[in-house]
């Protein structure tokens, strides 16, 4: 693990590149500093491994043991920290790893992997451990259902390669029209995939180029062909109902009853009112235009603003006037009461508590638990596992600000920021139920196994590999000298690069039975899109290869996008009066 020390120690030898040390020594500071506030206080869930590491010789029952690592194409430092302490202790370690040769010469997308068996390599020897002859299988179990997808995996990254002849049955290529068209056509293959092979839905799994754009239309088209589907994706804390209600909350707090945020806090759900009076207060607050004191008089309050007509009316006395009154007075005196505890102290770990007192007076926890239950009964699982995510990170969080800065005097506005960046920090993951459903994911964050038909959706040369990204605060070129002077760094933008191109191999050869491969020839906004090398290699692979395309269709055909009752009438709605009317119907009623 790079430890200040080393960044300082590095500065000493770049008197020709100042502006680099002036880096360096920043960093170095800032480093430091981090660890004496950490030090003997606090712990850094990224630390872990380096404590596990710490801890495993002191547990001699662990030279009997025996670890089996797979799935790691690049370890961590720290990671190969407790690797080293398995084998000093005298444990038995095996490592699998996915590529042909173990070489570094040629090693093409598999370079972070040979990369990998190198470090490993490196590892034993300073551990004094001797490494036995590498086991190497030959045989490719997953592919014996289809002698197509095992000849994609053997050629895949062969040069000069051999094409394969014959007609493919078991992969086919897909260019959209657009990203809609393309994943209507994903839906209709998978019904069809699931009707003619009898597999379950969760035998399926689908990985996108741009998973936060595929994600959103597959949720309005998925539904239409009545598929589950399970979406591996972090969430943004700070858009969840709880977040927004309880932002919305401090900036009341903060800046007085403005009228935006009073109503953001009553639609948030948990403001103690049902929907229907929430929204007949929220008409009457626009009608009569409630500005920040109105709140508090209750003569203004119950007298409406002008209409329209410029006429007023007096509605003191009326049973509306009650019931908005007592909706008032119900989401009101939390607020308030919260106010009078903030306003008696400034102390963080006092604040904190008014929060906690603040969150068991609306009750907070039942409301979530009673969202949790009905998601449960209308098997949402994935909705479930998020409501109750959001809730107990709202207390960690809170808990931490204690422990971090309990002592410490701060005004509203500085504790809405703090509080803002550390809820910011936050992304919500939610492990994948049991339950039959399709798997959607990307390339780089999901894990895909023993799935028997895998669709690869934007396949464009812009998205699929992603792009490595920038190079950060440091350079790639200060990242390189730095690591030839020994300092453990994480990758540069090149050897990301080569990380993407080995998840791409990954995630194309994870189908044992079928593969579909589609893209767009244009994005949402109409600009052309390219397809990208997985294209271009699979057309070279298979000069065969089943191709369909409705870029030249101006009207799809009844047999590209009904596969349901549902999709069947919507498909009618669309285009019944189209002028080939006669020939949609038809071709609708030969589908069905």
Same mark, same amino acid.
């Given at each position: 693990?790079?430890?200040?020390?080393?960044?300082?120690?590095?500065?000493?030898?770049?008197?020709? /590149?100042?502006?680099?040390?002036?880096?360096?020594?920043?960093?170095?500071?800032?480093?430091?500093?981090?660890?004496?506030?950490?030090? /003997?206080?606090?712990?850094?869930?990224?630390?872990?491994?380096?404590?596990?590491?710490?801890?495993?010789?002191?547990?001699?029952?662990?030279?009997?043991?025996?670890?089996?690592?797979?799935?790691?194409?690049?370890?961590?430092?720290?990671?190969?920290?407790?690797?080293?302490?398995?084998?000093?202790?005298?444990?038995?370690?095996?490592?699998?790893?996915?590529?042909?040769?173990?070489?570094?010469?040629?090693?093409?997308?598999?370079?972070?992997?040979?990369?990998?068996?190198?470090?490993?390599?490196?590892?034993?020897?300073?551990?004094?451990?001797?490494?036995?002859?590498?086991?190497?299988?030959?045989?490719?179990?997953?592919?014996?259902?289809?002698?197509?997808?095992?000849?994609?995996?053997?050629?895949?990254?062969?040069?000069?390669?051999?094409?394969?002849?014959?007609?493919?049955?078991?992969?086919?290529?897909?260019?959209?029209?657009?990203?809609?068209?393309?994943?209507?056509?994903?839906?209709?293959?998978?019904?069809?995939? #699931?009707? *003619?092979?009898?597999?379950?839905?969760?035998?399926?799994?689908?990985?996108?180029?741009?998973?936060?754009?595929?994600?959103?239309?597959?949720?309005?088209?998925?539904?239409?062909?009545?598929?589950?589907?399970?979406?591996?994706?972090?969430?943004?804390?700070?858009?969840?109902?709880? @977040?927004?209600?309880?932002?919305?909350?401090?900036?009341?707090?903060?800046?007085?009853?403005?009228?935006?945020?009073?109503?953001?806090?009553?639609?948030?759900?948990?403001?103690?009112? &049902?929907? *229907?009076?929430?929204?007949?207060?929220?008409?009457?607050?626009?009608?009569?235009?409630?500005?920040?004191?109105?709140?508090?008089?209750? *003569?203004?309050?119950?007298?409406?603003?002008?209409?329209?007509?410029?006429?007023?009316?007096? $509605?003191?006395?009326?049973?509306?006037?009650?019931?908005?009154?007592?909706?008032?007075?119900?989401?009101?005196?939390?607020?308030?009461?919260?106010?009078?505890?903030?306003?008696?102290?400034?102390?963080?770990?006092?604040?904190?508590?008014?929060?906690?007192?603040?969150?068991?007076?609306?009750?907070?926890?039942?409301?979530?638990?009673?969202?949790?239950?009905?998601?449960?009964?209308?098997?949402?699982?994935?909705?479930?596992?998020?409501?109750?995510?959001?809730?107990?990170?709202?207390?960690?969080?809170?808990?931490?600000?204690?422990?971090? @800065?309990?002592?410490?005097?701060?005004?509203?506005?500085?504790?809405?920021?703090?509080?803002?960046?550390?809820?910011?920090?936050?992304?919500?993951? #939610?492990?994948?139920? %049991?339950?039959?459903?399709?798997?959607?994911?990307?390339?780089?964050?999901?894990?895909?196994?023993?799935?028997?038909?895998?669709?690869? @959706?934007?396949?464009?040369?812009? %998205?699929?590999?992603?792009?490595?990204?920038? *190079?950060?605060?440091?350079?790639?070129?200060?990242?390189?000298?730095?690591?030839?002077?020994?300092?453990?760094?994480?990758?540069?933008?090149?050897?990301?690069?080569?990380?993407?191109?080995?998840?791409?191999?990954?995630? $194309? /050869? /994870?189908? =044992?039975?079928?593969?579909?491969? &589609?893209?767009?020839? =244009?994005?949402?906004?109409?600009?052309?899109?390219?397809?990208?090398?997985?294209?271009?290699?699979?057309?070279?692979?298979?000069?065969?290869?089943?191709?369909?395309?409705?870029?030249?269709?101006?009207?799809?055909?009844?047999?590209?996008?009904?596969?349901?009752?549902?999709?069947?009438?919507?498909?009618?709605?669309?285009?019944?009066?189209?002028?080939?009317?006669?020939?949609?119907?038809?071709?609708?009623? &030969?589908?069905?």
């Amino acid at each position: 693990q790079t430890t200040p020390e080393q960044l300082l120690q590095c500065t000493a030898e770049l008197d020709d /590149n100042p502006l680099f040390r002036q880096k360096l020594t920043e960093l170095g500071k800032i480093y430091e500093a981090y660890d004496a506030f950490l030090m /003997n206080k606090f712990d850094d869930a990224d630390d872990n491994l380096t404590k596990l590491a710490r801890t495993i010789p002191c547990v001699p029952a662990l030279n009997q043991a025996t670890f089996y690592i797979d799935g790691f194409f690049r370890f961590t430092a720290a990671e190969l920290e407790c690797i080293k302490a398995f084998l000093q202790t005298g444990a038995d370690v095996i490592v699998t790893l996915c590529t042909p040769m173990l070489s570094r010469e040629n090693s093409g997308i598999f370079a972070p992997v040979t990369q990998n068996a190198a470090a490993l390599y490196n590892l034993a020897q300073e551990a004094g451990v001797q490494v036995e002859t590498p086991v190497c299988l030959k045989r490719r179990f997953r592919f014996e259902q289809s002698a197509e997808l095992a000849h994609l995996e053997e050629q895949y990254e062969a040069y000069p390669s051999t094409a394969y002849t014959a007609p493919t049955h078991d992969i086919a290529l897909f260019s959209a029209r657009d990203v809609y068209r393309e994943v209507v056509y994903a839906a209709v293959q998978i019904k069809k995939t #699931v009707r *003619e092979m009898g597999i379950a839905y969760r035998d399926i799994a689908i990985i996108a180029g741009d998973l936060e754009l595929y994600q959103t239309i597959i949720k309005t088209v998925f539904p239409l062909y009545e598929i589950p589907v399970f979406i591996d994706t972090k969430r943004d804390l700070l858009g969840q109902p709880v @977040m927004l209600m309880f932002f919305s909350l401090l900036r009341i707090l903060t800046d007085g009853f403005r009228t935006p945020d009073v109503l953001s806090y009553l639609k948030s759900g948990y403001s103690g009112l &049902s929907e *229907e009076d929430a929204d007949r207060l929220e008409n009457f607050v626009l009608q009569a235009n409630i500005r920040k004191q109105d709140w508090f008089s209750e *003569e203004r309050f119950t007298q409406r603003a002008n209409t329209v007509f410029q006429e007023a009316e007096d $509605v003191s006395a009326s049973e509306e006037t009650e019931r908005l009154l007592v909706s008032r007075n119900t989401f009101l005196s939390p607020i308030l009461h919260l106010r009078e505890r903030f306003a008696s102290s400034k102390m963080i770990h006092d604040r904190a508590e008014a929060i906690f007192l603040f969150i068991e007076e609306i009750g907070l926890m039942d409301q979530i638990q009673k969202q949790i239950d009905r998601f449960l009964e209308k098997q949402e699982l994935q909705l479930a596992d998020e409501f109750a995510a959001v809730y107990n990170l709202l207390i960690a969080t809170l808990d931490q600000l204690v422990m971090c @800065m309990g002592d410490e005097s701060v005004g509203l506005k500085r504790l809405c920021s703090i509080l803002e960046a550390g809820f910011g920090g936050y992304d919500i993951g #939610v492990i994948p139920p %049991a339950n039959d459903q399709v798997f959607l994911g990307d390339v780089t964050r999901s894990l895909v196994k023993n799935v028997r038909a895998l669709f690869i @959706m934007g396949a464009n040369d812009t %998205a699929f590999p992603p792009s490595a990204g920038t *190079e950060g605060i440091l350079t790639d070129a200060e990242r390189i000298y730095l690591m030839q002077k020994g300092l453990p760094l994480a990758p540069d933008t090149k050897k990301l690069a080569f990380d993407n191109q080995f998840l791409v191999y990954s995630a $194309v /050869n /994870n189908s =044992s039975e079928k593969l579909f491969v &589609s893209y767009p020839v =244009s994005d949402m906004e109409g600009k052309g899109l390219r397809p990208s090398q997985l294209v271009l290699r699979m057309k070279k692979l298979f000069p065969a290869l089943r191709y369909e395309s409705d870029v030249l269709e101006e009207i799809p055909g009844a047999e590209r996008v009904v596969a349901s009752a549902e999709s069947a009438c919507h498909f009618v709605l669309t285009h019944l009066r189209e002028a080939e009317r006669e020939k949609i119907v038809s071709g609708l009623f &030969s589908q069905l």
